[in-house]
T-cell receptor, first 113, second 112 residues
Framework: NAGVTQTPKFQVLKTGQSMTLQCAQD?????MSWYRQDPGMGLRLIHY???????DQGEVPNGYNVSRSTTEDFPLRLLSAAPSQTSVYFC????????????FGPGTRLLVL | QQQVKQSPQSLIVQKGGISIINCAYE??????FPWYQQFPGKGPALLIA???DVSEKKEGRFTISFNKSAKQFSLHIMDSQPGDSATYFC???????????WGAGTKLIIKP
């Protein structure tokens, strides 16, 4: 049971480039979400999904796209990277939207030059 | 706008001492009050949580105290150890949409 996995661990992008951050979970969780973590700001919700085929925006969705074609995978796409998107990105999952425990992946550190 | 204020930003405690981190909130419609622990290079992990119908919950050296009238809940770490050095987040959950509202975090350092 690998839990929540994220790839890559670290990525450097140039402004304007696009990329996809991968997230997978093997716990059969219905709810998955993406957060970004910036110093002194806690975690901010980017997008979330309550099940395959269903996604919704969180607090800071601009510049990011998501899709959920399977229960296991929830990729996050940066359409045109900007320096303001330099951050650490965490994927999380739980049994349901109201579940009390969210399980986090190890994070992807992204640097946009 | 719901708001959560966590304090202090950073905390240094001697080994064996008591670490206390506070979280104040402005919206009363929360139904779950968790604390998450994050080690460097790792994702946050649920440490301990409390529901509003109890005032205190203890799990080993970790205790949550909840003061509903003051809209505050605190994390107490007794007999603090160097392995407790981490960043701690409060993240109360509104009962309206279940999206956790994260505090800014407290970086705790336990000095040996």
């Amino acid at each position: 049971n690998a839990g929540v996995t994220q790839t890559p661990k670290f990525q450097v992008l140039k402004t304007g480039q696009s990329m996809t951050l991968q997230c997978a979970q093997d716990m059969n969780h219905e709810y998955m979400s993406w957060y970004r973590q910036d110093p002194g700001m806690g975690l901010r919700l980017i997008h979330y999904s309550v099940g395959a085929g269903i996604t919704d925006q969180g607090e800071v969705p601009n510049g990011y796209n998501v899709s959920r074609s399977t229960t296991e995978d929830f990729p996050l796409r940066l359409l045109s990277a900007a320096p303001s998107q330099t951050s650490v990105y965490f994927c999380a999952s739980s049994y349901g939207q109201g579940a009390e425990t969210q399980y986090f992946g190890p994070g992807t550190r992204l640097l946009v030059l | 706008q719901q708001q959560v204020k966590q304090s202090p930003q950073s905390l240094i405690v001697q080994k064996g001492g008591i670490s206390i981190i506070n979280c104040a909130y402005e919206n009363t419609a929360f139904d779950y009050f968790p604390w998450y622990q994050q080690f460097p290079g790792k994702g946050p992990a649920l440490l301990i949580a409390i529901r509003p119908d109890v005032s205190e919950k203890k799990e080993g050296r970790f205790t949550i105290s909840f003061n509903k009238s003051a809209k505050q809940f605190s994390l107490h770490i007794m007999d603090s150890q160097p392995g407790d050095s981490a960043t701690y987040f409060c993240a109360p959950r509104p009962n309206s949409n279940y999206q956790l509202i994260w505090g800014a975090g407290t970086k705790l350092i336990i000095k040996p």
